[in-house]
């Protein structure tokens, strides 16, 4: 079993008036990026409905460098129609996120809930403050 320090949230970097749903995303990671499996743990699409990506006993591929002692969220959106970084998130993925974020620090109570962004300020993403919204979990 993992030790699991950080909880890291992501956006798919996808514009708000486009899909990229669960399986495309896979899809790219897979056959464009050369993993193994999709990177992320989990992957919150528009509906707000949570898909199982990697198990979380696995390494995931979402944050270099913080990768082996972390769980890997993904939201679908993270762009405004003209490609600018935005907080995108529909109230189903806001109520799923803090749903699933509560169930895994259930699991991993000493996690830290993190933007990608926290972690590397080259990225925009998750385009909010993750680390702010859920510092009360």
């Known amino acids: ?9 992501h956006c798919s970097a996808t514009r708000e008036d486009r899909e990229y749903g669960f399986e495309a995303c896979r899809h790219d990671h897979i056959h464009n990026r050369r993993y193994s ?7 919150i699409t528009r509906d707000g409905e949570i898909h199982k990506g990697r198990d ?16 890997g969220i993904c939201y679908e959106g993270g762009l405004d129609a003209d490609g600018r970084p935005k907080d995108t998130r529909t109230m189903p993925q806001r109520g799923a996120m803090l749903a699933l974020l509560r169930e895994l620090k259930k699991s991993y109570p000493r996690a830290f809930i993190l933007g990608h ?8 993403c998750p385009c909010f403050g993750a680390a702010s919204e859920y510092s009360s979990i």
């Open 117 to 124: 962004h926290d972690l590397n300020p080259m990225k925009e």
């Open 37 to 43: 499996d999709i990177g992320y743990h989990y992957y």
């Open 56 to 71: 979380v006993d696995r390494i995931g591929a979402h944050c270099k460098g913080h990768n082996a002692h972390s769980i």
């Open 1 to 9: 079993m993992r030790t699991i320090t950080l909880i890291v949230i």
